[in-house]
């Protein structure tokens, strides 16, 4: 079973950069048809896709927040990482990392705990 642990502070300062990893176990986020993301949920809303990091280690991001998303990778501790800079004042969201596996037709979610950001000075 694939697991994702996300770690990283669950309080920021407005105007900071808000950093989350996440950790993987099972399976290498090299592997092909594999797909690592993070998604965000405020309270009593739907989820908001943020970006993701594909097996080549390119990536993808929201156009919403692409001037202020970077993700990567690190391959030797198979984690990904999320940064968010400019993180708005009064902002909470859970923040979810995910990984989609595609075998044929057949596909499968796995998802972090998401832990609860919020950003208050």
């Known amino acids: 079973q694939v697991q994702l642990v996300e770690s990283g502070p669950g309080l920021v300062k407005p105007s900071q950069t808000l950093s989350l990893t996440c950790t993987v176990s099972?399976?290498?986020?090299?592997?092909?048809?594999?797909?690592w993301s993070w998604f965000r949920q405020p309270p009593g809303k739907g989820l908001e896709w943020i970006g993701s990091v594909l097996p080549s280690g390119r990536t993808a991001y929201t156009p919403s927040l692409k001037n202020r998303v970077s993700i990567t990778r690190d391959t030797t501790k198979n984690q990904f990482t999320l940064e968010l800079s400019s993180m708005p004042p009064a902002a909470t969201d859970e923040y979810f990392c995910?990984?989609?596996?595609?075998?044929?037709?057949?596909?499968?979610?796995?998802w972090g705990s998401g832990p609860l950001v919020i950003v208050s000075s």
């Open positions: 995910d990984g989609l596996s595609i075998r044929g037709s057949a596909a499968s979610h796995y």
């Open positions: 099972t399976v290498d986020i090299t592997t092909a048809f594999h797909y």
